[in-house]
């Protein structure tokens, strides 16, 4: 293959070559290109060392719910230092957040160095912070520095000191006298004037999670989400109670220790499901503690019985682990994989401490409980009988998929993974499910090959409701869609953050995805559960008029700001439209007399044209799963026989929709 093909498949131009010899112009490198930045300065040129993504408050991980979260952890240490047991969070509809807790109060002396200088903070000293999550002398700071706003006050001994930033820049420095419980109160607006937040928007449903989550792994503490009481009285009981989708096969185990609790059950979907916590934060990429759990609560089990496999034991495990490290090391500042091996710098190792526990506990539990030890064993033997009935055909698959990913025509790889460890893009790597070759090729072509894989499939895939995880090894599509993701042995080792269905936005496309997604729920759950599976929203329609008929310069200087410096000035200015709303709207914008185009799949986009639709600007729709789906039934009903209960409701909502039809 040519350099120049190869370069047109990946996407990446061949760097041109000017002068003699080939060689590229010199570019001038002085004293002057070598720049200091504050730590304020630092902090709001790369958001991302600090925050991970910034995002619009979509999802989880966006860089507004790390903001909230650094400033509650600060008060939660506060309540495992026995110094405040509640928590007041409130959100208002123009997006300032303030927190106030009643611990000890930041000291006044160290104020402003404790909000505004980085590598500055009280969890240095383990005296003061025992089991912290906040180490690196990092958290509140970011908030300041990437907030338009941020208020603090330090209550302490009848006296409050009050600053006020904009942007990291001190503005106002006042000490007063107070009748005012001691705690800390901060106030921030995220910024969303200079770029760094736009059109962002707290999701009550996202925060609420959050906070729940603190919760249980602090019993005894409160927290006032705008005026609404959230507690926990049981723990990690109460939080897989309140996550599981499907019920239990038996109630479920919960263990505590001094720095360590546990609870689990086992049910009847495929698959393992953890929760994990170092020190009150979510790990939901896990890390060394979560694996010590997976491993010895195989192994106890094993040991308790005298037989079966691991893999057996696990199928179908629901569970919660938390423990409290001194000094704990995650992989990155957004903490959400632990990377320390030992409680302590000179403590025993983490995979000792869990194993040590476990072992004791639950050995001495199912010795006690025999209806438990037999409901788990009922389980463990028909994962066991399942397995053994498809052992041959996981064997031929697994060649099948092997000799398949060395040449894998359904599959166009990205060079980032999710499961790179050291790659700070690995966040952005995505795989779009599409089908047929016309869409997977606009979207081949237009897509970053560095971070957006595309997996395309051959008509309509099978309806897996009510089939045994059989179907996944002697179903082609299914498995090597299954190799491709690397999510046969669960999710340690999948390899895009986002699985995106990319399907047309007509009846054949809206079945394709719910196929897809019935594969998903019914074999691969925790993909739905830990928020790793979106849809596409694609574009109805594409209005536009030509630059000579838009009489308002607005719009015009807008398209020419979004428009990206490498194209060249289109005639046209457009909108892609995902609603009627908005092509009305477009039109209204645009006129008079616009062209209308009405996609009616996504072969018909051009690569040029599909490039906007997913770049930075992307539309996406995450799939949930909640107790209350009741994913079972509803699955069942859409997705099982054609029930006369199923026919009715079709005939009721049968809706025909008219092209629209271009005025001339």
């Known amino acids: 293959m040519n350099k120049k093909i190869e370069a047109e498949e990946l996407n990446t131009p061949i760097p041109s070559r000017e002068g003699q010899g080939g060689e590229s112009p010199t570019v001038e490198y002085t004293d002057e290109n070598i720049r200091h930045l504050s730590d304020m300065e630092h902090i709001r040129t790369r958001p991302g060392m600090y925050i991970g993504r910034l995002g619009d408050g979509s999802l989880p991980e966006d860089g507004i719910y790390v903001l909230l979260k650094e400033v509650i952890d600060n008060s939660i240490d506060e309540f495992k230092m026995n110094a405040g047991k509640r928590i007041e969070v409130d959100i208002d509809e123009n997006l300032r957040v303030s927190v106030r807790d009643y611990g000890r109060g930041i000291p006044q002396g160290k104020l402003v160095e404790a909000v505004s200088v980085l590598n500055t903070g009280g969890k240095y000293d383990t005296k003061a912070f025992k089991k912290s999550v906040g180490l690196n002398g990092v958290g509140v700071k970011a908030v300041n520095a990437l907030s338009s706003y941020f208020e603090v006050k330090s209550y302490r001994d009848g006296k409050v000191r009050e600053l006020t930033f904009e942007r ?18 901060i106030h921030f607006v995220p910024d969303h004037d200079d770029k760094l937040f736009k059109n962002y928007s707290f999701h009550a449903d996202i925060v609420e999670t959050m906070l729940r989550n603190y919760t249980y792994l602090n019993q005894g503490l409160t927290i006032m989400y705008n005026g609404r009481r959230i507690l926990s009285r049981n723990g990690l009981k109460d939080l897989l109670t309140d996550n599981m989708t499907t019920d239990g096969l038996y109630p479920i185990v919960h263990m505590k220790g001094e720095d360590i609790e546990i609870a689990f059950t086992h049910t009847n979907q495929y ?23 997976k491993e010895h609560i195989a192994k106890t089990i094993k040991d308790f019985f005298g037989k079966y496999e691991s893999g057996d034991i696990r199928n179908g495990l629901v569970a919660a682990i938390a423990i409290n490290v001194e000094e704990p090391v995650f992989e990155s500042q957004t903490k959400i994989k632990l990377g320390s091996t030992q409680m ?92 047929g070759d016309s869409a997977s090729g606009s979207i081949t072509k237009s897509r970053d090959v560095n971070t957006q894989a595309v997996f395309s499939l051959r008509g309509k895939p099978l309806n897996s409701f009510g089939l045994t995880k059989k179907i996944v090894y002697e179903n082609e599509e299914f498995n090597l869609l299954q190799a491709a993701l690397d999510i046969e042995e669960g999710l340690d080792g999948l390899r895009y953050n986002k699985v995106i269905v990319a399907t047309d936005a007509d009846v054949d496309g809206m079945h394709i995805r719910l196929l897809i997604i019935t594969f998903f729920l019914q074999f691969f759950p925790e993909l739905v559960k830990k928020g790793h599976v979106y849809v596409l929203q694609t574009p109805l329609f594409r209005v536009r008029n030509r630059r000579t ?45 616009p062209e209308i185009t009405r996609f009616k799949g996504l072969g018909e986009i051009s690569p040029d044209e599909f490039a906007h639709f997913i770049g930075p600007d992307i539309r996406l729709e995450q799939v949930t799963m909640h107790k209350n789906d009741q994913v079972q039934k509803l699955l069942a009903y859409y997705m099982g026989k054609n029930t006369p209960e199923r026919q009715n409701f079709i005939i009721d909502n049968l809706i025909i929709e008219e092209d629209v039809v271009e005025e001339e």
Do not use: W
């Not at 393992?272 to 010590?292: C, D, K, L, M, R």
């Not at 052992?391 to 993974?417: M, P, Q, S, W």
């Not at 308002?552 to 289109?570: G, T």
């Open 168 to 185: 990291g820049i001190l503005k106002s420095d006042q000490t007063k006298k107070s009748n005012d419980e001691n705690g800390t109160y």
């Open 271 to 293: 698959g393992e499901e953890y929760h994990s916590f170092v020190n009150g934060q979510h790990t939901t990429q896990g890390g060394t503690h979560q694996s010590a759990f």
């Open 344 to 435: 302590a710098p000179d403590g025993e190792s983490i995979n000792k401490y869990v194993g040590d526990f476990i072992k004791q506990q639950v050995d001495n539990y199912l010795h006690i409980h025999a209806d438990v030890a037999e409901a788990i064993e009922n389980k463990v033997k028909e994962s066991e009988r399942e397995r053994k009935a498809m052992a041959g055909v996981t064997k031929l698959a697994r060649e099948r998929a092997k000799k398949a990913n060395l040449h894998n025509r359904k599959l166009r790889d990205c060079r980032i993974h999710y499961c790179d460890v050291k790659n700070d893009r690995k966040e952005e790597s995505c795989i779009f499910i599409t089908e």
């Open 549 to 593: 008929k838009i009489k308002n310069k607005k719009v015009i200087a807008e398209a020419d700001e979004k428009r990206n410096p490498k194209e060249k000035k289109s005639d046209f200015i457009t909108r892609y439209c995902y609603s009627e709303e908005e092509r009305l709207n477009a039109i209204k914008e645009l006129g008079p007399d």
